[in-house]
Structures are given as C-alpha cells and as structure tokens.
C-alpha cells in the first residue's frame, strides 16, 4: 500500500525557514517524480513543485509564487522528499501536502501528469 | 484567481446525476490531460479521475471524465450521500510550465 506521511509543519515568523518531509513507502521511491501541493486555509489547491526521477536527471520545477524561495529535493536511499521553505511569508501559511507526481507522455504524444497518491498533509502557519 | 474555472457550488438528491464544469484555455486543458481530485471534508485530496476519463482503481463508475476543446466534464451518477465533497479539475499549463487547478466546486447532496 503506497503512503506518504508529511512532517515538519508548524508556527514560523515571516521571514524564517522550515523544511518539510515526506517519508514514502509502498512503491519504489526513485523510479517516481514527487510533488508538493498545497492549500490555504479554506482555499484551493496551489501546486508548489516537484522533483524528477534520478533517472530523469533529479531536476526541479516550482511554482512562480515560490520560485527563489522554496527548494525541493530527495533522499531515494531512505525514501524522503523534502521541501525547503525560505524567506516564508503569510500567504504561505497553509496545509502541505507530498503527493506522488506521475507524468509520462502517450504514444500520440500527448502529456499525461497527475498526483496519483496524497499524504493527509502538514500546517505550516507563518505568523508573527 | 484560479487558471481552471469551476462552479463554486453543485448540488444533487440521491440517486440523480450531476455535471461539474471545468473550463479552460489552449494553453491547458486545450493542449494537455484532464485530471479530478475528490476532496471529502477533513480529508486530503484523493485522484478521482485522470487522463480526461481515466479511473484509478477503486474509483466507482459512477464517476466519468470527459473533454471537449477547452472544456471538461465530471459526471457522477446515482448520487450518493458519501458523494458530498469538493471536486476540483487540474490540467498542465504550457505556458506556466506547471499543473494548475480549478477552484473547486462544492457538491451537496440534498
């Protein structure tokens, strides 16, 4: 069974760091892309970033809003993601969720990503 | 502000079925798959549909995706109470070289 448990969130001040983890299990951590999404308290959901397979070269895509500030990386030896938050700001506070990030193209070459698997997410609220 | 445009609210009595609309752009959902995440109060978000029309597996038939142009669909039929949550659509964007997401729509079942 895959599952994929956030910890590290918390009250920070404007201005601090935090970096958040994800410990995976069920699923062979370096064949997959990994993900974080969050959500504001009674908002949507926002996309943050992810981070490729090694296989794909381990690279980094984020968000505009978190560009700069926010950095994803992975420990595939022990099955962790983790992400980076610098320089937070308020409207950063929400919950944060590690989902696993499938993407792949089809034989017509159309591109097909999604979040296939979530953790029940971590608060981060930033406040001073 | 959301790229994907969603009705904030849908409702339903058991049994029917109900359409949530997710609207778009050629940048997205024009050009690229259309996924469905089922948010159930309190819960974290669970993908319902990818692929446009695709179910995991575990997923009821109830549920069914589909896409036309710059627009997709979710359809649930033979509504349920359990059904009551907030659905949301995503797509990747080309020109923001990222997944964006609608900004949920609300169902409630009478």
């Known amino acids: 069974e895959v599952q994929l448990v956030e910890s590290g969130g918390g009250l920070v001040q404007p201005g601090r760091s935090l970096r958040l983890s994800c410990t995976a299990s069920g699923f062979t951590f370096g064949d997959y892309a990994m993900s974080w999404v969050r959500q504001a308290p009674g908002k949507g959901l926002e996309w943050v970033g992810f981070?490729?397979?090694?296989?794909?070269?381990?690279?980094?895509e984020y968000a505009a809003s978190v560009k700069g500030r926010f950095t994803i990386s992975r420990d595939d030896s022990k099955s962790l993601a983790y992400l980076q938050m610098n320089s937070l700001k308020t409207e950063d506070t929400a919950v944060y969720y590690c989902?696993?990030?499938?993407?792949?193209?089809?034989?017509?070459?159309?591109?097909?990503?999604?979040?296939?698997?979530w953790g029940q997410g971590t608060l981060v609220t930033v406040s001073s | 502000q959301s790229v994907l445009t969603q009705p904030p609210s849908a409702s339903g009595t058991p049994g029917q079925r109900v359409t949530i609309s997710c609207s778009g752009s050629s940048a997205n959902i024009g050009s690229n798959t259309v996924n469905w995440y089922q948010q159930l109060p309190g819960t974290a978000p669970k993908l319902l549909i990818y692929?446009?029309?695709q179910r995991p597996s575990g997923v009821p038939d109830r549920f069914s995706g589909s896409k036309s142009g710059t627009s997709a669909s979710l359809a649930i039929s033979g509504l349920q109470s359990e059904d009551e949550a907030d659905y949301y659509c995503a797509a990747w964007d080309d020109s923001l070289n990222g997944p964006v997401f609608g900004g949920g729509t609300k169902l409630t079942v009478l």
């Open positions: 989902t696993r990030f499938r993407n792949y193209y089809d034989s017509s070459g159309y591109y097909h990503p999604y979040f296939d698997y």
């Open positions: 692929s446009n029309n």
């Open positions: 981070i490729r397979s090694k296989a794909y070269g381990g690279t980094t």
